[in-house]
């Protein structure tokens, strides 16, 4: 037969045309290319806790070795019930209202393509962690952005138009993500923002979806409130959460959401479909983590903040502007300072040039030009890590 020649795009969903590949992954790839110090992707360089890790192999040597129940392990169902309990009061019944996924990133998409119809909207405050955009669209949905504007002053937090957010509740809005602590800007919600966003979810009767996988790592005193414990919100919210990141397990891939029951029972169902279920053996070593004592999450909390007090000041002497975070593991920067042409230019610089590796502040932004001026540092790494990234940007000063 004559090889017939077929269009690159004949076999391809007109949905994967609207996003890109994660840049985020881009740069871990060129961070290995050249070798760099690999501050762009959220991942920790340092082990996860011994008694998880035993935890694990020991399912696994139990023979834990098969199907979880596919909407996941009830010992770890009971102990997200309990934690969710214990830390802010919210109380989960373990049967009807959680869905164990393969890691949040799975629970946020099977929330989406559960709740959401063609012609759907949802709110999703900007900058972004990337993967929401690429989320709403391939769930249907049309994602509508809100600005948070950056502080002008260190004690400053990033904040929000409450006109702006008003007006992007539209009749077909169905869902506002919601991520706090915040990647990338480090903004922690506090109630006031929260009763707004409340108010506003409760009169236009949309759903809160919260991602609040830093919830434990947290600075300055800073306090995280799930929205689902406002008056109002516990049957419009659905909330997630993961081990990857209060755990330095982001390999494993375990997560979780937690809503009420008809909710849950559409993201179980959707759950079931794309994944069967989370890996068994890690679900039993999670429910160990989650049984951890509170000085665990006291000990996690204050070593992330000495990482940040030792990068923000070398990337200060370095020239860069830095937004204090208050939460999560991340410094957004402005690279006004530097005189680049944009934020994709600079990062491939830093990464050939300096060997370090950050993430260009456009893909957190809708219009990349809102970013062009921004790159974001994660500082979930070893000291002598961070140290050594502190060495490399002497270098970009005397450039
Ligand atoms: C805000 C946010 N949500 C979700 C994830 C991914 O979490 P998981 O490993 O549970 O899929 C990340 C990872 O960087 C994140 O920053």
Redesign the pocket.
Known sequence: MAPVSIHPKHFLSDKVEHFTESV?REMTRQAMQHRAINLA???PDFPAPAEIKQAAQDAIAADVNQYAITWGAKNLRNAIARQMQEWQGIQVDPEKEIVVC???????IASLLAVCNKGDEVVVFEPF?E?YGPDSILSGAKPRFVSLRPPHTPEAEWTFDEHELRDAFQPNTKAIIL?TP???TGKVFNRKELELIRDLCVEYNVLAIT?E??EHILYDGAQHISIARLDGMRERTIT??????SYSV?GW???WAVAPPAITNAIRKVHDFLTVGAPAPLQEAGAAALSLPASYYRDLAERYRTRRDRLIPALEKAGFHCYRPRG?Y?VMTDITAFGANNDVEFASYLVKEIGIACVPGSSFYKHPKDGSQQVRFAFCKKPETLDEAARRLEKLRQK
């Open positions: 985020i992707q959220g991942f393969c890691g949040s990133t799975e629970a946020m962690y993967n991520n915040n990647n990338p991602d996988i830093y997630i959460n993961g081990l990857s990141k982001t891939r375990v997560g999560a991340y």
